[in-house]
């Protein structure tokens, strides 16, 4: 059993339902239990996968309210699960692994609890800070994203039984709604990013390097793929620096691997990160990437100076102007990486990643 808040988009989200895909496929029964309903739904579930709505969404209001609310969370969840009789009960993200825990306890089924942020980049209240030291010692395995995330775990929630599971890089890419066609270029150059129009993602840093360079590079675009609370910022952003010719943002689009494609570098502006599944699947698609060495995620995937560039300080956005510059004016240096960038596709294959999980669900 998948606990997961909702399936409205994001990285977490995504490989829920591709290890639900997976395991189905391999015989296991499984089911995906939302608290929001299906008309939220940015991912397809596979048709063998038991979709399951608790119908429990929303804000709670003041305190006690939340509290009857979490606690009517967890009896529903717990119902479930008395109901389907899982043998393991997988929680991603924080609240539904802490839920998970809670709603399991006394039960005969293992709880998996996993980290899909790294926790000091979280934005969380004190009451789920307080429960997830009290219940990842109680879960069977928790499972990290990055070696960075789990070592936090360990110093600030003793007691967790910590495994590291990357996620695996999705090849080939799938072709989903809404597909949005690249425009042509014309001999014009792109650099691409992909993510929420969210404040973490810094794309509002990636706007003000690409204004510093833009002179220097009349041939090159900018183009933000993603949707998020931001666009207004970000559009007011790109007007204000007179680049609405050369800075494009798109939307979400289901075919992000025909962008990827048809473009000539990546860049992840990130302030903070998991384990960017765009810088995956950008690099397996044969993109030099450049991204910001936030404190964790980019460099457990790109080895600087071999198949991408780590920028530093983070944040810095003369740093990252600099080494954007450095690529986009060096077209044989562009390529030296990209032809390295695609070992993403053995390090981060669904086979190694599959084993991974292998190994968790049969430790006891």
Not at 227 to 234: I, Q, S
Not at 305 to 324: R, T
């Amino acid at each position: 059993m998948i606990v997961i808040h909702s399936l409205s988009g994001g990285g977490a989200e995504r490989v829920a339902v591709d290890l639900a895909a997976y395991w189905v496929e391999r015989g296991f029964r499984v089911s995906l239990v939302t608290q929001a309903d299906a008309q939220s739904d940015v991912y397809e579930v596979d048709a063998r996968v038991k979709r399951i709505v608790m119908g429990t969404a929303g804000e709670s209001g003041g305190a006690l309210a939340g509290a009857l609310a979490n606690l009517q969370r967890v009896w529903r969840l717990r119902r479930l699960i008395r109901r389907e009789k899982p043998s393991l009960v997988l929680g991603m993200m924080t609240t539904s692994s802490v839920l998970a825990v809670m709603a399991a306890r006394g039960l005969p089924c293992r709880v998996i609890a996993t980290e899909h942020t790294h926790p000091p980049a979280q934005t969380m209240a004190p009451m789920w800070q307080r429960l997830r030291r009290w219940a990842y010692p109680k879960a069977a395995r928790v499972v990290a994203l990055t070696s960075g995330t789990a070592a936090w775990i360990e110093q600030h929630v003793p007691g967790s039984r910590l495994t590291v599971i990357p996620n695996a890089v999705r090849w080939p890419m799938p072709v989903e709604e809404p597909v949005v066609e690249p425009p042509a270029r014309y001999g014009r150059r792109r650099l691409l990013a992909v993510g929420r129009l969210h404040e973490s993602k810094g794309f509002d840093l990636l706007i003000e390097a690409f204004a510093q360079l833009a002179g220097y590079f009349p041939n090159w675009d900018l183009v933000i793929l993603g949707e998020g609370d931001c666009r207004e910022p970000l559009q007011a952003q790109i007007e204000g620096a007179g680049l609405e010719q050369r800075i494009s943002m798109p939307g979400r689009v289901g075919n992000v691997g025909q962008w990827y494609v048809e473009s000539d570098l990546y860049v992840l502006s990130s302030r903070v990160e998991g384990l960017s599944n765009t810088l995956l699947e950008s690099m397996a698609s044969g993109l030099a990437p450049v991204a910001f060495d936030c404190e964790t995620g980019p460099r457990e995937i790109v080895r600087h100076g071999i198949d991408g560039v780590l920028v530093n300080p983070p944040e810095d956005v003369e740093a990252l102007a600099a080494h954007l510059s450095d690529m986009m004016s060096n077209e044989e240096k562009r390529r030296s990486c990209a032809r390295r960038a695609v070992d993403v596709l053995d390090r981060f294959s669904t086979a190694r990643v599959m084993a991974l999980w292998e190994e968790v669900f049969r430790a006891r």
